[in-house]
């Protein structure tokens, strides 16, 4: 009998066990829980199912948070702070483009240390580019082309070593290229055009050896094309024109051989064509018009 007990309690520890632990993995954590209320207080959806199965939005096995999505023109989402970015510990990419977006970027951006993707492109959203950004040191992808961003760029964006891709173009930035730009030796993409950007372009910007596509036109930039930029072997793209450049077309842009397009219309440019050119054997568009060159 007692034999006979002992196992109908094994029995019955051994389900409560199961059944516990069955439980514990379909219940949504309490993180999991807190996203979720985070992401109703938005009013960017409107379900009750649970939130990893809306659209736009994707959960890793936990249930948390790890992808947003939005976009479209039938969107209107209203203030970006409607998002409380400090409830997504485990945010790795953020796509919100073309949605209406209006308002300024949160400071509290800067706690969404996981990141690799922020994209916020083609909306309506105001203020400064935050420090809190330079946070962001997993950042690969950073996109804010076209909204109405003014202020300069802060020089604290160079701590964001991992980026490969940054387009600030089409924004209302003015000030300086910071120096420290340079310091993104895994930067592949760079646009910074149509804003209003002034001074001269950094010494230091030769230093993005990994670049592919460079795009600076559309700005107040003055003084020389620096020598450096001939350090850049990978470059296909090399675009600036619509400035107030000066000086000569450095003869080190011959070393540029990948290069497939250059643009430097429309400046101030003097002096002859240097015949390093006829180094850039990839070279298929070379626009110069519009300077006071020199010469055959």
Not at 11 to 22: E, G, K
Not at 267 to 282: D, L
Request: with cysteine; aromatic share 6%.
């Amino acid at each position: 009998m007692g034999c006979f007990i002992s196992i109908e309690m094994g029995v019955t520890i051994t389900m409560l066990i199961i059944f516990s632990l069955a439980h514990a993995i379909s219940s949504p954590s309490s993180l999991s829980i807190h996203e979720g209320e985070a992401l109703r207080n938005t009013g960017w959806w409107n379900s009750t199912s649970l939130h990893c199965h809306w659209a736009g939005v994707s959960c890793n096995k936990a249930g948390s948070v790890t992808e947003i999505e939005i976009s479209g023109p039938d969107k209107e989402l209203g203030e970006l702070s409607k998002l409380n970015f400090s409830s997504f510990p485990n945010l790795v990419e953020l796509r919100l483009f073309g949605c209406r977006l209006n308002g300024s970027i949160p400071h509290q951006i800067g706690t969404l240390t996981n990141l690799t993707t922020l994209y916020l492109s083609s909306n309506n959203l105001t203020g400064e580019l935050l420090l809190s950004l330079a946070n962001l040191i997993q950042l690969r992808y950073l996109s804010l082309y076209s909204n109405r961003l003014h202020g300069s760029i802060p020089p604290d964006i160079g701590k964001m070593k991992n980026l490969t891709y940054l387009d600030l173009g089409y924004n209302q930035l003015n000030g300086v290229i910071p120096s420290l730009l340079g310091h993104l030796t895994k930067l592949e993409i760079l646009y910074l055009d149509g804003n209003q950007i002034n001074g001269s372009i950094p010494f230091e910007i030769g230093h993005l050896e990994n670049l592919s596509l460079i795009v600076l036109s559309k700005n107040n930039l003055t003084g020389a094309i620096p020598s450096s930029m001939g350090n850049m072997k990978s470059l296909l793209n090399f675009e600036l024109s619509y400035n107030d450049l000066s000086g000569i077309i450095p003869s080190s842009l011959g070393s540029l051989t990948n290069l497939t397009y250059l643009g430097l219309r429309s400046n101030h440019i003097n002096g002859f064509i240097p015949p390093e050119i006829g180094k850039m054997k990839s070279l298929i568009s070379l626009e110069l018009s519009y300077n006071h060159l020199t010469g055959l």
